[in-house]
């Protein structure tokens, strides 16, 4: 059997990385942990996740999935502060689909001590 690698883009198998994150195992150490794993959380539809994972100012009621939306890759383009150090920081990246990307510079802020997505904007 073959395990295959997490939908993040990282060469692990998606227990061993955002799972753990999903099922609440371990928190995202970072922001780019926490976007990594919101990415998978989209391909996998876990509108759970998202809604626990979203600033409580900026979270939405609800999330409606678009059925018929194919997520096919990530690729993090940047980051700034963001890490285990900081209580902010941002993250651009452009995630693809079919038939399109999505170009984001996301913004995270740790609240109670665990990353949260609290918006973003769209460069060019």
Known sequence: MTTRSCPC????PY????????????P????????????TAFVRQDGGYLLRTWHPRTRPARIDFDPAMR????????TTDGSAFHTAGTVTFRASY?????????RFERVDGAW???DGDFPD
Request: proline share 4%; hydrophobic share 35%.
């Open 28 to 39: 995202a150490p970072t922001a780019e942990a926490l976007m990594r794993s919101r990415y």
């Open 116 to 118: 949260t997505y609290v």
């Open 71 to 78: 997520w096919t890759g990530l690729e993090i383009l940047g």
């Open 9 to 12: 883009g990282l060469p692990r």
């Open 15 to 26: 227990e061993a990385c955002c799972g753990r994150h999903h099922t609440g195992a371990a």
């Open 98 to 106: 079919r038939g399109g990307a999505l170009h984001e510079r996301s």
